[in-house]
């Protein structure tokens, strides 16, 4: 049969055979086995570029901390002292594990300022060794030369990570993914597994051999702090070991060599996984869409192909659309979802927290935009960003910012941490000192400046205090980053990083964002819930007069209707240009439509 001609007709009766019956069901599609993954967050949020902490082999450190230390909790004081670091440093530890912590631990508590558990101290310094997934090498054009000449002074620190370089060479193609990423991060734990159960295990003093380091259940579920198949789950419930186990029952014990193998197994399992994948997709071949750094928004991995979110002819966007893999919302892998706001050039973007999946959001590599992120969410990360606007609504655990330049970050958040900036202004509302690290230049700290019609809700849903505010603090470390080799030509000796000052109270102005992007709430926040410092406050009420004078001397002045309409027409005029002037107009079309 010619399947390009029109099928022949068919009789009832055949018709009738042909239909399913209506009481069967369609096949439902397989629901893939879970993966081992790394926890984003650990990697994410909680690397500090400490060089005597980033070592390849961290045994001979940790091993005299486990000794002295064993099966008890540990203070700021006592990790100071037993790894001979300031108790400043010990501190910034123990809140930055406190704030990629799996699970709530109270005696640590959520700031970080308590005792850790020991168990979760020692993971957290083993993965300090950790480097970054390098891009594939990018060979620059001469117009990114131009603009991102040689003689700067970010030459050998940053050109090779330049927002200019990002968008004019379309590197988002040699930048790694998602899942580059989380295959390179499953092959440094697997290397440095062997370590990491020898420091969670007890030695039983009868046995002799493999079968004397045993690992209890309680110890085992803390390796949920490193790896996860599903968010939230624990790792036990996927795991041969512990099924039976009665929670009246003292703590059974395994030994530390299954556990190993069994590990290692779902590691190799994972990566296998990971390098079919990638092998099919290299088979396929790559649309230049796919390829390009297209905006896009999504819900869930990125690993996972997403439709380019709708973005109306107004150049504003606010709206979640996901799509892709069709079963990934039965598939268990799926399950830890991320928002992603990535590629938008001059546009303005809103995310609500309706449109937000997941607790984590990043913002990739926008240029000449404004976003707004005004939900509460865990971690937000900005990344690559130039020539724009951010506001992060509420952040409840950590914010990253990261080879930026003239950005101007508003946020709300407990910490921040800036990484190899420049020109940036950080209008901020944060509850700990802003962590500045690598090689930065001519950043700037204000407090914050803004608000909207939820901010004191989503405020109190992520546990930011509007009553703490450190913006003025920051805790500046080395201009070396450990875990990023292209922060730094090698053989480049460490020193300070180039710390943040402080805005001029005269250039502070408050930023305002469009009632209609506000939602019903009962008490709406009507101003900045963040107090100003007294310097900032007077400048404010000194703009304030003399706006009103201004405008008290315009009413008082002598003049005729016509001569009033052209002054009107000259105001509207001046202010027409500087729309223009400014690229404001952009936003203002944006909104407006919108």
Not at 4 to 16: H, L, V
Not at 184 to 206: A, E, M, R, T, V
Not at 215 to 232: A, M, N
Not at 546 to 555: D, F, G, I, S, Y
Request: proline share 7%; net charge negative; glycine share 4%.
């Amino acid at each position: 049969m010619n399947p390009e001609s029109d099928p022949p007709e068919s009789s009832p009766e055949i018709m009738a055979e042909m239909t399913p019956e209506p009481s069967s069901p369609a096949p439902s599609a397989p629901v893939s086995a879970p993966l081992l993954r790394p926890r984003r967050e650990l990697f994410d949020h909680g690397l500090i570029p400490i060089p005597k902490l980033s070592l390849p082999d961290p045994l001979p450190i940790l091993s005299p901390i486990k000794s002295k230390f064993a099966n008890h909790r540990i203070d700021a004081a006592a990790l100071a002292e037993s790894l001979q670091i300031s108790n400043e440093t010990a501190s910034l530890i123990l809140q930055t594990l406190a704030s990629v912590l799996h699970y709530e631990d109270k005696e640590l508590g959520i700031e970080g300022y308590g005792t850790a558990d020991l168990r979760d101290v020692l993971l957290f310094l083993c993965v300090q060794g950790y480097k970054r997934l390098v891009p594939r090498a990018n060979k620059d054009s001469p117009v990114v030369n131009d603009v991102w000449p040689h003689a700067s002074a970010f030459d050998g620190y940053l050109s090779a990570l330049s927002p200019i370089q990002l968008v004019r060479s379309n590197s988002r193609r040699f930048m790694p993914s998602q899942s580059d990423e989380e295959t390179h991060q499953l092959s440094y734990l697997q290397k440095h597994i062997p370590n990491i159960l020898s420091f969670l295990s007890d030695s039983l003093p009868d046995i002799q051999g493999d079968d004397s380091l045993v690992i209890s259940q309680d110890t085992f579920e803390h390796l949920g702090f490193l790896l996860q198949f599903t968010e939230g789950t624990p790792l036990s419930q996927f795991s041969p070991f512990f099924t039976n186990s009665d929670p009246e029952m003292p703590d059974s014990a395994i030994p530390a060599s299954q556990i190993h193998d069994w590990i290692s197994q779902q590691i190799t399992a994972a990566l296998e996984s990971a390098s079919e994948k990638d092998n099919n997709n290299n088979n396929k071949g790559s649309s230049p869409l796919k390829e390009s750094s297209t905006a896009h928004v999504s819900g869930t991995d990125a690993d996972v192909t997403m439709v380019d979110a709708g973005v109306n002819s107004s150049g504003i966007n606010n709206s979640s659309n996901v799509s892709g893999n069709k079963n990934s919302g039965n598939n268990p892998a799926y399950f830890r979802n991320q928002t992603f706001v990535e590629g938008f050039s001059k546009a303005s973007v809103v995310k609500q927290a309706a449109d937000i999946k997941g607790h984590s959001v990043k913002v990739l590599n926008c240029h000449d935009s404004v976003i707004y992120i005004l939900a509460p969410v865990s971690y937000a990360t900005v990344y690559g960003c130039s020539d724009t606007t951010i506001v992060l609504g509420a952040i409840g655990k950590a914010v990253k910012v990261e080879h930026c330049e003239r950005v101007q970050i508003i946020a709300a958040t407990k910490r921040i941490c800036i990484a190899n900036c420049r020109e940036c202004i950080f209008y901020l509302g944060v509850n700990h000192r802003p962590l500045i690290v690598g090689d930065n230049h001519k950043l700037q700290v204000a407090p914050f400046n803004t608000y909207y019609g939820q901010l004191n809700e989503h405020l109190s849903q992520s546990g930011v205090d509007p009553n703490v505010n450190k913006w003025d603090q920051p805790f500046v470390l080395g201009m070396v980053d450990p875990h990023d080799s292209l922060s730094h030509p090698a053989g480049v000796s460490d020193a300070q990083s180039e710390s943040a000052t402080c805005l001029d109270p005269d250039l502070f102005t408050n930023f305002l964002i469009p009632e209609w992007f506000s939602q019903q709430v009962e008490q709406p926040t009507i101003y900045n819930p963040f107090a100003l410092p007294e310097n900032y406050r007077e400048s404010q009420k000194k703009k304030e007069s003399n706006l009103k004078e201004t405008e008290q001397a315009m009413r008082n002045l002598q003049m005729d209707e016509n001569r009033k309409k052209d002054f009107a027409c000259a105001l509207h005029a001046q202010f027409k240009d500087w729309l223009y002037s400014s690229g404001n107009i952009r936003q203002l079309y944006c909104l407006q439509a919108d």
